[in-house]
């Protein structure tokens, strides 16, 4: 009988112990690859079904954008014929609006005049120059075809009816006739009549100005009312909020220093509106032409020093102008031709303040400051004169030498002679006593034109420097 030998080797192999163990350990790596590919293929399965839902929900979601762009397409479609449409009607209906500040700017005097004729002649004349203007500018207002023209004027017609007519330009009824041919000749064109009110026709004119501003149709603005710095701020507004929008100005009475910096462009329309303001023409239009007078010789001693006075002899101009009137003599006032200075004027004391520093007062009472000496009396008819200008005579500017109010309801536009000159700061300093010397018992103001000393006091009153007689006096009595 064979035996087995010690290593677990038969005589003829392997045993059968270890074909099992090599078959046991095969089988178990067979298996673990088994289930690794089991896995495997369970995995690739998970990941095909989601792929599958993706792709089912992305295939969806294709058909939706398909389903929205041809709608968003068809909406465009529809939108550009809209647009297209719009933009027909807006090339197809452009206009100008012409927007008129009548209480400043006047029509020429001549058409004026014509009563109703002249309104009817002053709107095709105005729509006719505006429609030449635009005409050459159409490339620049984006115009292509035919255009409207709009015009506006706003004016208070009872008061500016009133000044023309105390000034002998117009008779009573005439202004408001000519407003009624303005207004029925052409349907576009039309007159507003805002009646009394302080800037009716300013307030008139910015809410039309706002409206047009946002009216696509609109391709320009014609305004006019330049002279009128109360629109300044307003007409920068606008420049600024709509920067690409053309406003321009109707060239008429000189532009107003605030606008004038604006730059803005300025049209000028031949022989429809007036050079001249209101002020100009009303003033000039009665005086007769031997009032517009110009001083040729003076011998005047404007400080009385005890000498005779000399008097004034004026030339008479060659041409009459209502704006040389307006600057010579107010309406209906004739310039005396021999005017001068009280040949024995009697000087008032003067409480003398000197400059600090530039010598002594001569009454230890008062601070030192700037030295102010009171104008000698003057002649009662050149006072009259003065004080009878209209209007009036604007003091910075004839005393000072400038004047800073824009816009100054005071005239600047007068040739005061220096006796004229010295006039108005008698009746200046006589009227107005400084409030700066009254509150600071002192004036620094070396070109100040107020009253420094009481004129009304005696000698023995000013040499006792005590109140004059007069209880109401405005430099004796406090305020």
């Not at 015009?151 to 330009?169: D, H, P, Q, R, Y």
């Not at 000028?268 to 002020?279: A, E, G, M, R, T």
């Not at 107020?450 to 109401?472: D, L």
Request: proline share 5%; hydrophobic share 30%; aromatic share 8%.
């Amino acid at each position: 009988m064979m035996t087995t030998m010690s290593n677990g080797l038969g005589a003829h192999g392997p045993s059968n112990t270890s074909l099992l163990q090599s078959y046991k350990r095969r089988f178990e790596e067979l298996t673990e690859t088994e289930k690794k590919k089991d896995e495997l293929i369970s995995e690739l399965l998970q990941q095909n079904e989601h792929l599958s839902d993706l792709l089912e929900r992305t295939g969806d979601e294709l058909e939706r954008e398909k389903s929205f762009a041809h709608r968003s397409q068809k909406k465009i479609r529809d939108l550009e014929a809209q647009v297209g449409d719009v933009e027909n009607k807006l090339n197809s209906y452009p206009y100008v609006q012409v927007l008129i500040d009548g209480d400043g700017m006047l029509f020429h005097l001549d058409l004026l005049k014509k009563k109703k004729d002249g309104g009817s002649e002053a709107a095709e004349l105005l729509l006719s120059e505006v429609r030449d203007l635009v005409r050459s500018n159409r490339d620049d207002l984006c115009i292509k075809g035919d255009f409207e023209i709009r015009a506006l004027v706003f004016a208070n017609l009872e008061g500016l009816s009133k000044t023309l007519v105390k000034s002998n330009i117009l008779k009573q009824g005439d202004l408001q006739q000519f407003f009624v041919g303005f207004t029925q000749r052409l349907e576009q064109v039309n007159f507003i009549d805002v009646g009394y009110g302080k800037e009716m026709a300013d307030s008139k004119i910015r809410g039309e100005f706002l409206f047009h501003l946002k009216d696509p149709r609109c391709r320009l603005i014609l305004f006019g009312g330049g002279h009128d710095n109360g629109y300044a701020p307003f007409l920068k507004t606008c420049t600024a909020t709509n920067p690409n929008y053309p406003i321009w100005l109707l060239e008429g009475p000189p532009t107003a220093r605030e606008i004038s910096s604006m730059n803005l462009p300025s049209q000028k329309l031949h022989d429809v509106f007036s050079k001249d303001s209101q002020n100009e023409i009303t003033n000039g239009s009665p005086v007769q032409a031997n009032a517009i007078l110009t001083p040729t010789t003076s011998s005047l001693n404007g400080y009385g020093n005890g000498s005779t006075g000399g008097s004034v002899t004026y030339d008479a101009p060659q041409k009459f102008s209502y704006a040389s009137a307006a600057i010579s003599a107010p309406p209906g006032l004739i310039r005396p031709t021999s005017i001068h200075y009280n040949s024995s004027p009697v000087q008032e004391t003067a409480k003398t303040i000197t400059i600090s520093g530039s010598g002594t007062s001569t009454t230890s009472n008062y601070p030192r400051g700037i030295q102010h000496s009171m104008v000698p009396s003057a002649d009662a008819e050149r006072v009259n004169y003065i004080k009878c200008l209209s209007p009036r005579a604007c003091n910075n500017f004839y005393l000072r030498g400038a004047c800073y109010s824009q816009p100054c309801p005071y005239s600047h536009k007068y040739k005061l002679s220096p006796e004229d000159v010295k006039t108005l700061k008698y009746i200046i300093e006589r009227s107005k006593p400084c409030q700066q010397l009254k509150k600071r018992g002192f004036c620094e103001d070396e070109k100040c034109y107020y009253g420094h000393q009481c004129p009304f006091k005696t000698n023995a009153e000013a040499a006792g420097e005590g109140r004059c007689s007069n209880s109401y006096c405005r430099f004796c009595q406090e305020d």
